[in-house]
């Protein structure tokens, strides 16, 4: 399964904004968590795209556009990124296309040292994911949406050169 990962730009958003709708519905019939992806939407998505220390992704695969992801590097901290959203539409999850895309992310911010990221702490197929690409659990959890959801804390070190 070929998988690639190309830069987004503004006439992406809405395709984006949709796919992200359908990837983050379940969680949100789950949650009813007001700062969900599913409520979000283009404006989110274009405004990243103008930001200068973040970057937004297509993720294709088969070269059908399959999903999305967006990741920065943290302002005033050289070398730590954050992984800010990775969806999949729900017909293609489960297949590693997630972890693959998160790998091929990783590599367009050549100058990090340390990757963060977080996700809901009782939804085992994204602790599967994140660990699959070299992710460990950091031990903490941060509260959100005003206790609905706890947020698992994952981490990846890396050296230069790997």
């Given at each position: 399964?070929q998988i690639e990962?190309?830069?987004?730009?503004?006439?992406?958003?809405?395709?984006?904004?949709?796919?992200?709708?359908?990837?983050?519905?379940?969680?949100?019939?789950?949650?009813?968590?007001?700062?969900?992806?599913?409520?979000?939407?283009?404006?989110?998505?274009?405004?990243?795209?103008?930001?200068?220390?973040?970057?937004v992704f297509k993720?294709?695969?088969?070269?059908?556009?399959?999903?999305?992801?967006?990741?920065?590097?943290?302002?005033?901290?050289?070398?730590?990124?954050?992984l800010a959203r990775?969806?999949?539409?729900?017909?293609?999850?489960?297949?590693?296309?997630?972890?693959?895309?998160?790998?091929?992310?990783?590599?367009?911010?050549?100058?990090?040292?340390?990757?963060?990221?977080?996700?809901?702490?009782?939804?085992?197929?994204?602790?599967?994911?994140?660990?699959?690409?070299?992710?460990?659990?950091?031990?903490?959890?941060?509260?959100?949406?005003?206790?609905?959801?706890?947020?698992?804390?994952?981490?990846?070190?890396?050296?230069?050169?790997?």
């Amino acid at each position: 399964m070929q998988i690639e990962l190309i830069p987004a730009t503004a006439a992406d958003a809405s395709a984006l904004a949709a796919i992200q709708r359908k990837a983050f519905e379940r969680l949100y019939a789950q949650y009813h968590d007001e700062g969900s992806p599913y409520l979000r939407g283009e404006a989110e998505i274009l405004n990243w795209l103008e930001r200068p220390n973040w970057k937004v992704f297509k993720i294709l695969v088969g070269g059908v556009l399959a999903g999305g992801m967006a990741a920065c590097e943290r302002q005033g901290l050289p070398g730590e990124c954050y992984l800010a959203r990775v969806y999949i539409l729900p017909e293609m999850q489960g297949k590693g296309i997630a972890s693959r895309a998160v790998l091929l992310c990783e590599a367009e911010f050549p100058a990090a040292t340390r990757w963060s990221l977080d996700f809901p702490a009782d939804q085992p197929a994204n602790r599967r994911c994140y660990e699959k690409a070299g992710y460990t659990d950091t031990g903490e959890t941060r509260e959100q949406s005003e206790g609905k959801i706890t947020l698992a804390l994952y981490e990846k070190l890396k050296t230069k050169g790997r």
